[in-house]
């Protein structure tokens, strides 16, 4: 009774494989290679093995002459990979040039003509995998956005960072016209290195980009001051990179009241990749729909809405979150941090030989407060009219000078030139003669001056030796003197708008020093001389101009004398860690430290066209004109330049930012017609939280 029931089996089994062949689809003849025809041939000897009993037939198969075809492959060959893409994916490769080792380029070809692009610098060692990420081109795709992605190599040299930045946007610009079409408004999302380098190329045209979401960047290009910058986003998601990306948004903030910048500080360790971006996709949704005009301010530290406090908080501390629902969103994960402690000021009188009494204002930091030492002391010889006054220019918390010094963890140590008994602040009406007695006076003065500062310094834990010295105006005049009078007290002088300046010492070839000075200031020709001399004669100084600057204490001249003081200071404390270490030093002294690091400078700057040259095209440049710029961060400052405006009239771009800082006035204008001149602003609104809303990033449909 078994073999039935086998054969019944058997004959099932039969059947099922013909009902699946009849339903197998047919395959397209190009997915498939063409085989040549199959031909069957009886052998050329007999088999000597019968074939089994009611086993099928052999058939033998064979191709006398082979031919090799090539075979026909899909248009798509990325359809062959596993887990294949719904979408293609093209790239472009840039091999090395003077700017960078490698540029490569990878996008998806947009299905539809996008109303913008979005560039992604997420991944520079590998940018095609930011791509593979299907969150990303579905969110590209569902709201007709071009996706592009960019990668690069550095080079090993630290320079030239503003032509590199040139180098790329060209790049940049140039892709997204000949994929995406002309015309289109860019965004970006970016982090680390990423970042540093797409803000670079924002920096130099922002008209042309519509948002912008950074994070967790260790290094940001300082903020052309008064730039208008396209909205944008600055996500914190590492604690070690919290004061940075701080610093970067409040810079932003502080340059000019209406640049619209939100920041959020998230728990990196809660939250994956992938979250952080979907948050920051909502903020440029919400650009997208035209959500600037609907933009709320809140306070970074308490999270409260600014527009309902009595009194806001400064531009720098708002946080701009666009739209109706992004507010929610940017409140439930937004981590409030302790805001830092407001500076101090104390005060130290100091009686003078001759009778005259001075005032010593210590501006102490509020890091302080948290245990944080300080780490420089600057001595500032300033012009006010009375105490009170300097007191005001010292103690903020809040303008530029002030960040830089928080930042760089500096004690500041004011003294007002005045009370040294000149009545204007006019270095350049001061004749050599004068300067000499002057030298002498300081050097009258000096020990009372050392004695409050040492006592004071003690009783705060300052350091108390190689200070930096810094003298504007009337007071770059009594800093040279006090210098010349006791240069082995000072690490490092800056000078700003001097002139006239005593004869270059070969003795003060021990201290660094700092000229700056702007084309429009008296002393300008004596500063040029001067620095021309004192190069020749190997000091360890630097130079820094603006033509159409006055030589006042303005945002670019603290920039220089903070990074200059911070590399005199690296230079310090490098010999000092090789000593502890037991390795032989690098040099004697600082000074002479950072004379060999100017001659080994591979990048210099023509002094007057401020052309930037490798060390190889020296020669291009006379050598009394020759600046020398021995870190990045170095040609970052010096470099800084105020904000770049388009080179022709342009028409107001969709999504570009009103310049205007004062609110709208209420009437709302019509379409296509200016709006009436705004009301005068309430007092509650000086602040800059409710800045100009500017048109969406993308025009609207008719």
Known sequence: MRRPQALIHGACFLLLIGVCAAQTPTVPAQALPEQPPATTSKPDTPS?????????????????????????????????????????????????????KRVEFFWVVPKTKPKAYVVLATNMAKPRLPLEDRQWAEFAEKNQLGLISVGLDELNDTGRVIEKGGDLEGRVLRLADEVFGPGLKGTFFASDRGAYWMHRVVMRKPWLWGFWCSRDVAHYPPVPRGIE?????????????????????????????????????????????????????????????????????FDIHSEANCALLEKPPPP???????????????????????????????????????????????RVPGKVKQGVPVRHVVICLLWAENDVELQKKVQSSTDYKAALWNR???????????????????????????????????SIYAPAFWQVIGK????????????????????????????????????????????????????????????????????????????????????????NSRQGASGGMEDWVWTSGSQFFNHTRDMADLLKKEQTEGKPPSAPTAAALIVQRLRESAFLME???????????????????????????????????????????QPTAPGAQSAAATPPATAPAKSGVAAPPPSPAPPANTSGSQPPAPKPLVPAKP
Not at 82 to 92: G, S
Not at 510 to 539: E, I, Q
């Open 229 to 297: 910058y396209p909205s944008g986003l600055v996500l914190n998601t590492s604690p070690s990179q919290y004061e940075s990306n701080l610093f970067f948004f409040q810079d932003l903030r502080r340059t000019k009241i209406t640049n619209r910048v939100g920041f959020a500080s998230l728990n990196g360790k809660a939250l994956d990749a992938a979250y952080v971006d979907r948050f920051a996709q909502q903020y440029l949704l919400a650009v997208l729909a035209g959500g600037n005009a609907a933009s709320l301010w």
């Open 607 to 649: 002094l007057d066209t401020r052309k930037v040259v490798h060390l190889a095209d020296a020669s291009l440049i006379p050598d009394e004109k020759r600046i020398s710029l021995p870190t990045v961060e170095i040609e970052e400052a010096w470099r800084i330049e105020g904000a770049p405006k388009p080179a022709v009239p």
């Open 408 to 442: 760089d963890r500096v004690g500041v140590i004011a003294i007002n030139a005045k009370s040294l008994g000149f009545v204007a602040d006019l270095p350049s009406a001061r004749t050599l003669a004068e300067l000499k007695e002057l030298k002498q006076s300081m």
């Open 48 to 100: 000597t093995t019968a074939p089994a009993a009611g086993a099928a037939p052999v058939v033998a198969v064979a191709t006398a002459n082979p031919v090799a075809l090539e075979p026909k492959l899909p248009a798509n060959l990325q359809q062959l990979r596993p887990n294949a893409l719904p979408y293609r994916i093209e790239r472009k490769n840039f091999g090395p040039n003077k700017s960078f």
């Open 456 to 543: 004071a310094n003690g009783e705060l834990g300052w350091p108390t030796a190689q200070y930096h010295l810094l003298g504007s105006g009337i007071g770059a005049s009594i800093a040279q003197a006090w210098a010349y009078a006791e240069p082995a007290r000072f690490l490092s002088v800056h000078l700003n708008g001097g002139g006239p300046y005593l004869d270059v010492d070969p003795a003060m070839a021990t201290t660094c020093w700092l000229l700056t000075t702007g084309g429009k200031s008296a002393g300008y020709d004596l500063t040029v001389k001067h620095y021309a001399a004192a190069k020749k004669a190997g000091w360890p100084v630097m130079f």
């Open 316 to 362: 720098q501390f708002q946080s701009w979150v666009p739209g109706d629902e992004v507010p929610g969103a940017w409140k439930l994960l937004h981590e409030e941090q302790k805001k830092l402690p407001d500076s101090q000021v104390a005060f130290a009188d100091v009686r003078l030989l001759d009778g005259k009494q001075v005032k010593l204002v210590y």
